[in-house]
């Protein structure tokens, strides 16, 4: 079935420095793929979106560009906010259901 | 719209005992979704409706657990007996779509603790 993985953190950076989070995804057809972000004691909420090949969601200086050819959705920024510091979720969706990354957490030091 | 509603927010129970989870999507939604959110599982869906018949609920741990969407606006889950393993922040999401997902809303979850 469709599944996506996601790069195992946590993840610790400095502010301003560029945050790479790595996504890749198994899916049949084409799949809208999505990164969420989870702040402490709060759901989950949408980040950014690409629904079709070679589309770039963006959001909050987030960036992500849908690559079929690597099945790949790579979440970017390049100078992150101690604000930034969070749980990120990639996702897809494709038949009919949502499916998410284990998660990466995030966490900026002033 | 107020968002997707759950309640409890926190539940605290015996073992053995049944509790019973409840979630009101964002009115005009025709997809819901339960998952459970642990550190060792990480965001798990449990099952998901479509016009309140559910669809899938392969995610579903055992038969401990069950869950309900008698109309548009009000599903539950609900898991007899409860087990400390069941520990976990539950979520529930609604989405609108046409043969495709689009953006599922959130609730706040219900942080669940069997002792």
Partial sequence: GD??????????L????????NCTYTATGYPSLFWYVQYPGEGLQLLLKATKADDKGSNKGFEATYRKETTSFHLEKGSVQVS?????FCALSGNNDM???????LTVKP | DAGVIQSPRHEVTEMGQEVTLRCK?????DYLFWYRQTMMRGLELLIYFNNNVPIDDSGMPEDRFSAKMPNASFSTLK???SEPRDSAVYFCASSFGVGRITEAFFGQGTRLTVV
């Avoid at chain 1, 599944?3 to 610790?12: A, F, I, N, R, W």
């Avoid at chain 1, 400095?14 to 989070?21: R, Y």
């Avoid at chain 1, 499916?99 to 957490?105: E, L, P, Q, S, V």
């Fill in chain 2, 79 to 81: 898991i007899q007996p």
């Fill in chain 1, 14 to 21: 400095s502010e301003e420095a560029f945050l790479t989070i």
């Fill in chain 1, 99 to 105: 499916r998410f990354g284990a998660g990466t957490r």
């Fill in chain 1, 3 to 12: 599944s996506v993985t996601q790069m195992e953190g946590p993840v610790t």
């Fill in chain 2, 25 to 29: 999507p964002i009115s005009g939604h």
């Fill in chain 1, 84 to 88: 930034d510091s969070a749980v990120y």
